[in-house]
Nanobody, 124 residues
Framework: QVQLAESGGGLVQAGGSLRLSCAAS????????IGWFRRAPGKEREFVAA????????YFADSVKGRFTISRDNVKNTVYLQMNSLKPEDTAVYYC?????????????????WGQGTQVTVSS
């Protein structure tokens, strides 16, 4: 059974940084593509970042490009989302998702496995 657990959320001032972690209880973690999504209050869940199973390719939403990075450690079964220069509009619940795939996945309906989410609040 696939289980994902996000951590690292919290309250931070605008301009600050946070690093989210997504720990996976998955056999053969290295064959799963991982994505990060977020849902802001009153809005639909949206794509944030994605990484291929090897970590060789990464993708970002335009709204976070240049501020966020995504990486993975396939030994620790963990994916990280480093968020810098945070803005109040980054406030949301952040979710990680996993899917067995050789390519990066940017669409949420293509993911079968989801974590419970972690709250990120950026104050102005």
């Amino acid at each position: 059974q696939v289980q994902l657990a996000e951590s690292g959320g919290g309250l931070v001032q605008a301009g600050g940084s946070l690093r989210l972690s997504c720990a996976a209880s998955i056999r053969a973690f290295g064959i799963y593509a991982i994505g990060w999504f977020r849902r802001a209050p009153g809005k639909e869940r949206e794509f944030v970042a994605a990484i291929t199973r090897s970590g060789g390719n990464t993708y970002f939403a335009d709204s976070v490009k240049g501020r966020f990075t995504i990486s993975r450690d396939n030994v620790k079964n963990t994916v990280y989302l480093q968020m810098n220069s945070l803005k109040p509009e980054d406030t949301a619940v952040y979710y990680c998702a996993a899917e067995m795939s050789y390519r990066a996945i940017l669409k949420e309906d293509e993911y079968d496995y989801w974590g419970q989410g972690t709250q990120v609040t950026v104050s102005s």
